[in-house]
């Protein structure tokens, strides 16, 4: 197929990134003519790569586009199956709708759902998120592991810090972590984070992770209620980020904690999420559909449950809230 022999080239390119490929060896490495690697040599300058082509040597990827394009999330991509599989959009209305319709097509699990723009973003509890055009990262993911459906909140925490790891790794921000999954830098909001589920009563089918990252906003990108709260990867380090490698190191990252976790268990991801914490310890403001708790953040159980002893000394088991930060 046309697209696998898109992924192949790309990965040949990434595997010898600063080694001349002839067309020749190429097109017996993919199994196809000389004629079909020109022509997807050609569609990845039209994506817009730049690739530099010399005489009896062959080609080399010079640059990669400054969009969020399939092929430049692939060139470079160093996962397994996360993120390999890939649906591209300019404009949506919610990556998450799409995925949530992947996955009930049967999309492998892995696949990504990546947009531009977001018209119809949202975050928990309904909330509208800001996804404005070639800014941010808007993504959602689809992971299918055999677990019981109590337990998938676990895989919200795991996310959150494969998300603040590939950020680190990749632009130096260190990001907290606010339970359950809001990334904050300086206290301000970076990311959030958004898991959905497909499930019957007794199985997990899919979950649908949304990632929404500021990365190249400046002050004014962001509405004006927004601008005391929320901050970008480029207003904390004044520099501007290739979004593409970002991706490719939380996935990176995401797939290594999940095969962890699937085979270890939620405990060595319970260890890293708590390190990255900003919330235990302190006091804080629990407001749930019951009302609001306030108290101390003394951790999370093994099923990612937070618990918050108030000021009876009384434990309380928060499952879902919005928590505040007491000053």
């Known amino acids: 197929m046309s697209s696998d022999i898109r992924k192949g080239l790309i990965e040949a390119f990434t595997n010898s990134p600063d080694t001349y490929l ?14 079909a690697i020109w022509k997807h040599i050609e569609a990845l300058r039209k994506d817009g790569f730049i690739l530099e ?37 300019e404009s949506v209305n919610s990556t998450q709708n799409i995925a949530q319709r992947l996955a009930l097509e049967g999309a492998e699990e892995g696949t990504i759902v990546v947009a531009e723009e977001q018209l119809g973003g949202r975050g928990r509890l309904e909330r509208k998120w800001q996804s404005p055009k070639y800014k941010g ?21 795991l996310t959150a810090v494969a998300v603040v790891q590939g950020i680190q790794e990749v632009t130096g921000v260190q990001a907290d972590i606010k339970w359950p999954n809001d990334l904050l830098v300086n206290g301000k909001k970076l990311t959030g984070i958004l898991t959905e589920m497909q499930a019957d009563s007794d199985r997990v089918h899919s979950l649908i992770i949304g990632i929404g990252i500021n990365v190249n906003q400046q002050l004014e990108d962001f509405a004006a209620e927004l601008q005391p709260s929320a901050t970008s990867i480029y207003l904390e380090t004044k520099t501007s980020w290739d979004r593409a490698k970002i991706i490719q190191g939380i ?7 999940y095969l962890l976790y699937l085979e270890k268990g939620f405990y060595p991801i319970k260890i890293l999420w708590e390190s990255y914490s900003i919330s235990l310890g302190q006091k804080v403001t629990a407001n749930t559909l019951n009302g609001s708790i306030v108290g101390f953040a003394k951790g999370i159980t093994d099923d990612g449950v937070l618990l918050l002893e108030d000021e009876q000394g009384v434990i309380h088991s928060i499952y879902s809230a919005d928590i505040l930060m007491e000053t």
């Open 22 to 35: 002839s067309g020749e060896s190429l097109a017996e490495l993919l199994g196809c003519s000389r004629t």
């Open 53 to 89: 082509a010399v005489r009896k040597k062959g080609y080399r990827i010079i640059s990669s586009p400054e969009k969020i394009v399939p092929n430049k999330i692939l060139f470079g991509l160093n996962t397994k199956f996360t993120g390999r599989n890939i649906y591209f959009e």
């Open 137 to 157: 990262i808007w993504m959602s993911l689809i992971l299918k592991p055999s677990i019981p459906i109590m337990k998938t909140p676990q895989l919200t925490l």
């Open 251 to 257: 996935m990176m990252h995401l797939e290594k904690l």
